[in-house]
């Protein structure tokens, strides 16, 4: 089963800094791509930045870029979001997750997998 386990939410203060973790497992982790959204209340949810693993390419949400690094760890299966200057408007749960995309002799089936949320509070 495909799992996908968020931590590294917390409260911090305007202009500081958090690294949110996500650890992924039941799937091929190196072939796939990673995202992380938010969602603050009262909001859609965001999506703010992804890693494709084949080839580490990343994008960002411009709202975040510049300020959020996303990274991963192949040995762990772990993908990362580096917070940097954040703002009371970055205050939101932040969820991972996964677009597994499957290639077979049945066809392709694409689906997004999520984690739990990891809450991030900014206080100003």
């Known amino acids: 089963d495909v799992q996908l386990q968020a931590s590294g939410g917390g409260l911090v203060q305007v202009g500081g800094s958090l690294r949110l973790s996500c650890a992924a497992s039941?799937?091929?982790?190196?072939?796939?791509?990673l995202e992380w959204f938010r969602q603050a209340p009262g909001k859609e949810r965001e999506r703010i930045s992804s890693?494709?693993?084949?080839?580490?390419?990343?994008s960002y949400a411009d709202s975040v870029k510049g300020r959020f690094t996303i990274s991963s760890d192949n040995a762990k299966n772990t993908v990362y979001l580096q917070m940097t200057s954040l703002k009371p408007e970055d205050a939101a749960v932040y969820f991972c997750?996964?677009?597994?995309?499957?290639?077979?002799?049945?066809?392709?089936?694409?689906?997004?997998?999520w984690g739990q949320g990891t809450l991030v509070t900014v206080s100003s």
């Open positions: 997750a996964a677009n597994i995309v499957d290639i077979s002799d049945a066809g392709v089936v694409a689906a997004r997998y």
């Open positions: 890693i494709n693993m084949r080839d580490g390419s990343t």
């Open positions: 039941g799937f091929a982790f190196e072939k796939q791509t």
